[in-house]
């Protein structure tokens, strides 16, 4: 767990960030700001083999431009030569369709128009197929958001599931994709349901109703303010959620 802050950061905390490893391959899961600084905390910038992006939310992505800065500039780094260089491997960039644009665009404004894609091996997935990185066989799930947004589901060779929901409102969507698995990490990002207009996000209660749903294993609460209530937020989610349930904590370490 690097981050588990909304789209403001906790103190000290960082924005939507998770790694998932096993004995062959290092997947990073949403690059949101500030998780860049908490992935050299945990290890080698260079020794990720890949990163997906749910959504293009600042809080989700934003953090892909220090990260393609290291790769590119640092002293470790591939002088943005994709493929390489030195022995340097770019790691995979998948992002949602038409997010390639998007991010050209950032990078044009930034007066750097080939710095994200020197830097990664950029690809957009097709959420209704599945992908791989490595060792590890993702699956999307297109969630209800602001915009376009992806639940994914990554399962390792030897069969452990981890689900991350993203940011979503309300769906049923979650029901069969998460069915049965190991580690469904949802968020609960509001005190209470928006009022009116779109949902786009869960309180913790409807985290764990989803949950419940989903017969996931484990819960974790994601995607929550260092300002709310931990101890109310877990108590909300085990209204419906019968499992083990917690509050996500950055440095975090979940063992499938
Ligand atoms: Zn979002
Ligand atoms: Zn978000």
Known sequence: MLGKSPAWQDVDGACSGYLVEDDATRLLVDCGSGVFSKL????????????VITHMHPDH?????????????GPRGHGGRRGGHDGAVSPQLLVP??????????????????LLDGAFAISEY?????????????????????????????????????????DHGPTDALDEFAAGTDLLFLEATLPAPEPDGQ??????????????????RRLVLTHISDELDGDWALDEARRSFAGPVEVARAGAVYEI
């Open 199 to 216: 949902r786009g996000h869960l309180t913790a209660g409807e985290a764990g109703e989803h949950a419940a749903r989903c017969g996931a």
């Open 40 to 51: 050299r905390g945990v290890c080698d910038y260079t020794d990720v083999d890949g990163v």
């Open 126 to 166: 097709d959420a209704a197929l599945p992908a791989r990185v490595g060792s590890l066989e993702l699956r999307f799930q297109p969630v209800p958001h602001y915009v376009p947004a992806n639940a994914v589901d990554v399962r390792c060779a030897a069969g452990g599931r981890f689900t991350f929901g993203a």
């Open 61 to 73: 992505f934003f953090d892909l431009v220090p990260y393609a800065c290291a790769l590119t500039y």
């Open 97 to 114: 369709s038409g997010a390639t644009s998007f991010l050209n665009t950032l990078t044009v404004v930034g007066g750097q128009p080939r």
